[in-house]
């Protein structure tokens, strides 16, 4: 019996946004770029870790074709394989039935890594069901986002392959701004958006109370400039609409115009 192992030849071709992971380089817009990657194989790998090895992450992948039909992540691939992945902006999304993309989740919460403390805040502020939590690893992270349904927002490409992780989006920029801009487009957050409604502190709903019940709580320059106030249920914070409501307004305003801006 000889150990005589054949090698296998399975090319990877990525378009759109998915060249981020093999190319590193915007030069062209996302809907006419194109990356191809060839690797060779002596055992027998799967498509999902075929496209895992040339760089990218699967939750990024909405369509998946090998030899130009579309399969599953467990497609067994074969020697001269061409494996084409394309992300949920490009149109040829529209154009095959998909075996790769999730279910649909029935609302859009977050869980975002620690390094990204900023992003979570903007999105607490949009009023989106947000976990942030530095006690986590990247095991916790994968398993909470499985178990709990949430996006996993990072910019830790290797925790996104995780097998665990289902939703998930690497995070290009390491510029909250940007970051959150990409965001509110990718998964078209500002028409569900809920702006200060929700706790920064601990993501808690807020609940509006009488001016009497935190008359013990809030500043009594507040307490007597103001008559709207909410209260956190969970850590007891109160908010009222006073001089960080004025910036978180500005912050708003400044995001709608950012996002009649075409991207790229
Ligand atoms: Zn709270």
Not at 137 to 159: F, H, M, P, W
Not at 177 to 189: E, M, N, S
């Amino acid at each position: 019996m000889t150990s005589e192992r054949r090698r296998k030849s399975v090319t990877v071709e990525a378009y759109g946004s998915l060249c981020d992971f093999i190319d590193h380089v915007e030069s062209e817009p996302h809907d006419t770029r194109v990356c191809r990657k060839s690797f060779f194989f002596d055992t027998s790998q799967t498509a999902k870790d075929a496209i895992e090895s040339s760089g990218i992450p699967h939750p990024e992948v909405d369509l998946l074709l090998v030899n130009g039909t579309s399969r599953g992540f467990d497609a067994e691939t074969n020697d001269g394989d061409q494996i084409q992945v394309y992300s949920r902006e490009h149109p040829a999304v529209h154009l095959h039935p998909s075996y790769v993309r999730p279910e649909p989740l029935s609302d859009i919460k977050f869980l975002v890594d620690e390094n990204s403390g900023k992003l979570a805040s903007a999105l607490l502020l949009l009023g989106f069901d947000t976990k942030i939590d530095s006690r986590l690893n990247d095991a916790d992270l994968a398993r909470i986002s499985n178990a709990e349904k949430r996006i996993l927002l990072t910019r830790d490409i290797g925790l996104l392959k995780r097998s665990l992780v289902v939703h998930g989006y690497w995070l290009r920029s390491d510029n909250p701004r940007d970051q959150i801009l990409t965001i509110v487009r990718r998964y078209d957050l500002w028409p569900i958006a809920r702006p200060i409604t929700r706790c920064l502190e601990c993501n808690c709903l807020l609940q509006p109370v009488a001016k009497e019940e935190v008359v013990n709580i809030v500043p009594p320059v507040a307490h007597a400039t103001y008559n709207e106030f909410f209260l956190c249920p969970n850590c007891g914070k109160a908010f009222w609409k006073g001089s960080h409501y004025q910036r978180m307004q500005l912050w708003l305003d400044d995001l709608r115009e950012r996002l009649k801006t075409k991207a790229h």
